[in-house]
């Protein structure tokens, strides 16, 4: 069993959380709004400028320095990992393909599928907007996975495990099924009822770049789920319902493969 670490929090500036530190890591927490690196419209206001100034405990001078793993969207929250050596980022980005992501949404509708698993060609335009195409010359082949947690009236909490690491490929998935994510403003129905993108990396289980053991960090629900969707401890009885074979509402994959799915933007 992967081991799960006693979680020591030190909160920063601009809300991101420091949840796990050794000598060769960092992982965060981080909130939505806040980039993962610099951009050249933004520099200072970033997780990787944070946790710079946080390991160099102030002092521009000092030559500790920390690596970028992988990144989380602008308006995704949830949890980040950092080397603290560029023999780390080796090791952890080399391993990366066994690295186990999962995350949380929460979508506009009813799922017709308690669980299933989507998979399309994803492309990216000249816009910077990605969609699913029929060309399979063209995109690159992704899959996402979804089992359904918890539905209200209109929307239903999904737990996502991202089985490849494409560029938005979750909100993309989500929408191509017809279960945007909430919040959503670049592919499904961005309103201003809903301030955030309501997608969450709630938890992240890779081998450690030290002695190779398989560690898993977890994150607590977002408060703004909650408020969505009620607490994830009183889930309903989808969950059981998906068990059921019998139920119309059970799925194994879904390919996306026409036309009629390409999101030009």
Avoid at 17 to 41: A, S, W, Y
Avoid at 63 to 89: M, P, Q, Y
Avoid at 106 to 131: A, M, P
Avoid at 152 to 170: N, S
Wanted: proline share 3%; with cysteine; net charge positive.
């Amino acid at each position: 069993m992967p081991r799960r670490p006693r979680p020591s929090t030190k909160i920063l500036s601009e809300g991101l959380v420091i949840i796990h530190e050794d000598r060769d890591i960092l992982v965060v927490d981080k909130p939505p709004g806040l980039l993962t690196m610099g951009t050249d419209r933004e520099k200072a206001r970033t997780a990787y400028f944070i946790l710079t100034d946080y390991v160099r405990k102030g002092c521009a001078k000092s030559k500790n320095r920390i690596f970028i793993v992988h990144r989380l969207d602008r308006e995704t929250s949830g949890i980040l990992i950092f080397a603290k050596s560029e023999e780390a980022k080796f090791f952890l980005q080399s391993h990366w393909k066994e690295t186990k992501k999962k995350y949380l949404a929460v979508v506009h509708g009813k799922c017709e599928k308690w669980s299933d698993t989507i998979t399309t060609y994803l492309v990216e335009n000249k816009g910077h907007r990605v969609y699913s195409a029929s060309d399979t010359t063209k995109g690159k082949l992704s899959h996402t996975a979804y089992r359904v947690l918890k539905e209200t009236k209109d929307l239903a909490l999904l737990e996502v495990d991202l089985l490849t690491g494409r560029k938005h490929q979750i909100r993309v998935h989500l929408a191509d099924i017809g279960h945007p994510v909430v919040g959503d403003r670049k592919y499904g129905k961005g309103t201003k009822a809903h301030k955030r993108l309501a997608l969450h990396a709630k938890s992240i289980s890779f081998r450690h770049p030290f002695n190779g053991n398989q560690i898993t960090f977890e994150t607590k629900v977002p408060e703004y789920f909650n408020r969505l969707v009620g607490r994830l401890d009183q889930v309903n009885a989808c969950q059981e319902r998906a068990s059921d074979t019998h139920s119309p509402r059970t799925g194994t994959s879904s390919s996306l493969s026409s036309g009629s799915n390409e999101r030009l933007g």
